[in-house]
């Protein structure tokens, strides 16, 4: 694999949350979130003058932590690896860019991928300094990605998700082990609350008002394993992940549900079974009526 030292060209940014047991200061707070960052680095970046509030002014090791803000910062590695698969453009226009991302890439800068994202792809092959997504998939999910071209017009294509006029269907492929008499057509309509769970990177499912809806049909079955439609309604962090787990539906090489299970990072022969298929709107500027769909495929489709 090719590696290469990074900087990401666009800030990140992480909200700080109001916790139980606050941090005295910002670095306290990064260092229990991102565990795997060494304090060396961040008071590298602070002092470097990587990381600032939304007032642009500079965070040093003893800013204190005032939950409400908003923190600016630029995600650095030493060495970063390339991803061996290639995204594609499905539709582009002067307010819309809609993307279809492979497995393993993540949408935006995380972890130990600066670079090496759909965003900062899509900004080197564009030119597009100007592209944000507007919804996100899971490094692990692949299918279809809706970009903003302008900021001008980002917020009428946000508001599609927020108000639920944007039509999803997600295709799953899992294991019905735990269920073998299924009838093909079944359909489950999920509903709960989800939350963060432990560690900070799994979600959970928890008492309280619902935030999480799912509907789920099964279109086929070969031996143990089944093809589903996912038509999620929400777009809570790993819902259908969960959700399918929930169900005993785990689906085929999920490394977090219903079990963390420690593969490798990059092992690229198990790609989460998991594809943003198809998405379907009215575009909230020029009226259009559209339907985009990812060419990838799953396992036994």
Known sequence: MNQKSSIAPNAARIFLPKLDDQPATILEF??????????????????????????????TWS?????????????????????????????????????????????TPTGQSVNECLLSRL???????????????????????????????????????????AIKKYIAVASTAEHPDLRIGREWLIENRLATGDPWFRMKITDGPVN??????????????????????TGKKHQ????????????????????????????????????AKQIEFADPVTGQDFVFESQRNLLFQ
């Open 63 to 107: 800013t204190p932590y005032h939950h409400g803000k908003t923190i600016h910062y630029y995600r650095e590695v030493e060495t970063e690896t390339e991803i061996p698969f290639q995204e594609s453009i499905l539709f582009q226009n002067d307010h819309l860019l809609v993307a279809d991302k492979p497995h393993f890439l993540p949408v």
């Open 240 to 275: 259908l992940r969960i959700h399918m787990a929930s169900m005993g539906f785990p689906i085929i090489n999920d490394c977090f549900y219903p079990d963390l299970n420690q593969f490798p990072l990059l092992d690229y022969s198990r790609p989460l079974q998991l594809l």
């Open 30 to 59: 990064f260092l229990k979130r991102f565990p795997r960052i060494d304090k060396d680095v961040w008071l590298g970046r602070m002092e470097q003058g990587k990381v600032v509030d939304d007032e642009s002014v500079s965070v």
């Open 123 to 165: 900004q080197r092959r564009t030119g597009i300094k100007d592209l944000s997504p507007i919804h996100r998939l899971d490094r692990d999910t692949a299918g279809v990605v809706l970009f903003s071209v302008v900021k001008a017009t980002r917020h009428v294509y946000h508001n599609l998700f927020v108000q639920r006029k």
């Open 212 to 233: 999480a809806l799912t509907k789920i049909v099964l279109t086929e079955t070969i031996g143990y394993v089944g093809v589903f439609e996912l038509f999620p309604a």
